[in-house]
């Protein structure tokens, strides 16, 4: 069983920055995908970015590029999303979630690709 822990949210004001952490505690690290998913209230959960663990290909929404940063440190099994330049647009909880190995190396951003779910961190960013 895959589990996810996310931490790193906070309070922050608009133009600052955080980095959210996902760490995959237990199931495989290997040629999965792990995005970032935010979810505002009243809103649709909206997927931000994604990386393949084999290799470290990249997709990032068009709302965040140029701000927003995914990477991994593949000895920790960690994925980290740099924010930058955050808005108040931004303010949601983010989720981390993963899918099932596969052997592509793209990682689409819709949420029903992803089948295991972290508890989520929030993140607020006030004018």
């Known amino acids: 069983q895959v589990q996810l822990l996310e931490s790193g949210g906070g309070s922050v004001q608009t133009g600052g920055s955080l980095r959210l952490s996902c760490a995959l505690s237990s199931g495989t690290y290997n040629r999965i995908c792990i995005g970032w998913f935010r979810q505002a209230p009243g809103k649709e959960r909206e997927g931000v970015a994604a990386i393949y663990t084999d290799g470290g290909n990249t997709h990032h929404a068009d709302s965040v590029k140029g701000r927003f940063t995914i990477s991994q440190d593949n000895a920790k099994n960690t994925v980290y999303l740099q924010m930058d330049s955050l808005k108040p647009g931004d303010t949601a909880m983010y989720y981390c979630?993963?899918?099932?190995?596969?052997?592509?190396?793209?990682?689409?951003?819709?949420?029903?690709?992803?089948?295991?779910w972290g508890q989520g961190t929030q993140v607020t960013v006030s004018s």
């Open positions: 979630a993963a899918n099932d190995p596969q052997t592509g190396s793209w990682c689409y951003l819709d949420d029903y690709e992803y089948y295991y």
